[in-house]
């Protein structure tokens, strides 16, 4: 079974569209976060999240929206999109301390 | 902000020990320090943690000064398979401390 799952796998889509991507964990763990890749394989933190509570908020375009029904799901929901918003997006959790598992990543590519 | 440095790419032949250093000057009090390795088109695996001193697994050992400004992550006898992208990340010890600050990764090539 898969700990923690990322859906799409890739998304095409063109400038100006709102997407979502979704990541569930069945880890039971407390913290989910998401991060960006870009092409220079800089892995930079965007949010995380603890018992729904949002604990960290990088500095990312308000365009950008983590959404988080319950514990166990981190959705990332984007507004307008930009071509600068195209990269791989990683969905991770963790418990309190830093071991993260990380989803498949979504290669997203604004046209 | 606990920025970390590290080589940007290394290279190496299968049957070596390989260590790459990571420099975190400004680490606080109650950061960790963990290291993951990331392959082409899959999200980065954990490899190991530590806080001080030496921490060893079954794939590596971390070694961390007392002053804890760099930490060198060594893997013993590489092989073709440890080909990745490694990354250190420092930070997170508890939900209500600072930044997960990931290092921008150092490329690792094993030749035959």
């Known amino acids: 079974d898969t700990a923690v799952s990322q859906t799409p796998k890739y998304l095409v889509t063109q400038m100006g569209n709102d997407k979502s991507i979704k990541c569930e964990q069945n880890?039971?763990?407390?913290?989910m976060y998401w991060y960006k890749q870009d092409s220079k394989k800089f892995l930079k933190i965007m949010f995380s999240?603890?018992?729904?509570?949002?604990?960290i908020n990088e500095t990312v375009p308000n365009r950008f929206s983590p959404k988080s029904p319950d514990k166990a799901h981190l959705n990332l929901h984007i507004n307008s999109l930009e071509l600068g918003d195209s990269a791989v997006y990683f969905c991770a959790s963790s418990q309190v301390k830093v071991e993260q598992f990380f989803g498949p990543g979504t290669r997203l590519t604004v046209l | 902000l606990a920025k970390t440095t590290q080589p940007i790419s290394m290279d190496s032949y299968e049957g070596q020990e390989v260590n790459i250093t990571c420099s975190h000057n400004?680490?606080?009090?109650?950061?960790?320090i963990t290291w993951y390795q990331q392959f082409p088109s899959q999200g980065p695996r954990f490899i190991i943690q530590?806080?001080?001193t030496k921490v060893t697994n079954e794939v590596a050992s971390l070694f961390i000064p007392a002053d804890r400004k760099s930490s060198t992550l060594s893997l013993p006898r590489v092989s073709l398979s440890d080909t990745a992208v490694y990354y250190c990340l420092v930070g997170g010890a508890s939900r209500n401390t600072g930044k997960l600050i990931f290092g921008q990764g150092t490329t690792l090539q094993v030749k035959p």
């Open positions: 530590g806080y001080k």
């Open positions: 400004n680490i606080a009090t109650n950061d960790y």
């Open positions: 880890l039971g763990h407390d913290t």
């Open positions: 999240y603890n018992n729904k509570e949002l604990i």
